[in-house]
């Protein structure tokens, strides 16, 4: 699961967007990438086009001939908490949504390791299982891919009881929330507003399987709902691919609508879509990565 190492080098120059420096916590340091600023060195990174050449490392140049410029501390450390919804509803799709969210969970993890910021990893359910975390060195990118291998799809959806209790929990202090579900739960409102309740920074990648989206169709059809196992027959024609169709998009437009009413970002994403794009562009132009 553990994506390949281009991939990995290249999410590091990515950043989880803060809007609110007020979210950072009131103790310890957060080592960021800002230049110009005279405080403790962090560490060394590789120079992208775009960085202050004042930043450099000439006599690393002068050694090596590589290009890297110097990171500095910052005074402030963002909570980042990757909230990953393991419901049985996300055992669906080639790949499945579980094995896309458990990916894409490593990589915004190891996108907020490499800024130093302090990451935990949280399976929802019904409740908020065991977190990977709080994690905050760069190193431990690998126990988070590891650590979400061993993961297994949980039991039935409750994402307002879920993440209720996760706020009112170790999740009451302000930060960055990135909840990554599909979001099939009759709660999935409630769950929202517990996000937006605590004046979190929170952004939603609604994770779909393409077959959700654009249902095949056909003259019967026995339809199992993942979450209770129970199945329903249902004759498909053109008629109930076009209800579907309208009770998609009005669904769709509720949450897009109820994100932007309470600040919360929001991007729709396909299992089939690769998460190169899902990251460079899809949540780059939706302002959770920059």
């Known amino acids: 699961m553990r994506p390949a190492a281009e991939l990995l080098s290249r999410c590091e120059r990515l950043r989880i967007v803060t809007r609110n420096r007020s979210h950072a916590l009131g103790y310890g340091v957060r080592r960021t990438r800002r230049r110009g ?5 962090a560490d060394f990174r590789e120079y992208v086009p775009g960085d202050d050449p004042r930043q450099v490392d000439w006599n690393v140049y002068g050694r090596s001939g590589n290009l890297v410029v110097k990171q500095f501390e910052d005074e402030s ?16 799709g080639t790949p499945s949504k579980f094995d896309t969210a458990r990916t894409l969970a490593g990589l915004l993890g190891h996108i907020a390791l490499a800024g130093f910021d302090r990451v935990v990893v949280v399976p929802i359910d019904r409740v908020a299982g065991a ?22 799809v949980g039991g039935e959806s409750d994402l307002g009881r ?13 930060g960055v929330m990135i909840l990554i579900s599909d979001l099939m739960t009759p709660t999935w409102e409630a769950g929202l507003r517990e996000l937006v309740r605590g004046h979190h920074q929170v952004a939603i990648v609604h994770l779909l399987a393409p077959e959700e989206v654009f249902p095949a169709g056909g003259e019967e059809l026995r ?40 600040g919360a970002r929001y991007a729709r994403a396909n299992t089939d879509q690769p998460l190169e794009n899902l990251l460079f562009d899809g949540l780059r132009r939706r302002g959770v990565l920059t």
């Open 162 to 174: 879920a993440l209720a209790a996760y706020i009112n929990g170790v999740g009451a202090r302000p």
């Open 77 to 92: 450390r963002m909570d980042v908490h990757v909230l990953v919804d393991v419901s049985r509803s996300m055992d669906f």
């Open 223 to 262: 339809l199992l709902d993942r979450e209770s196992g129970k199945t329903v027959e249902v004759h498909v024609d053109r008629l109930t691919l076009d209800a579907y169709a309208r009770r998609f998009a009005a669904w769709i437009g509720a949450i897009e609508r109820f994100c932007h009413k309470h």
């Open 37 to 41: 600023i005279s405080l403790q060195f």
């Open 131 to 152: 977190a990977i975390g709080p994690l905050s060195a760069r190193e431990q990118s690998g126990h988070v891919f590891q650590s979400l291998n061993r993961w297994s």
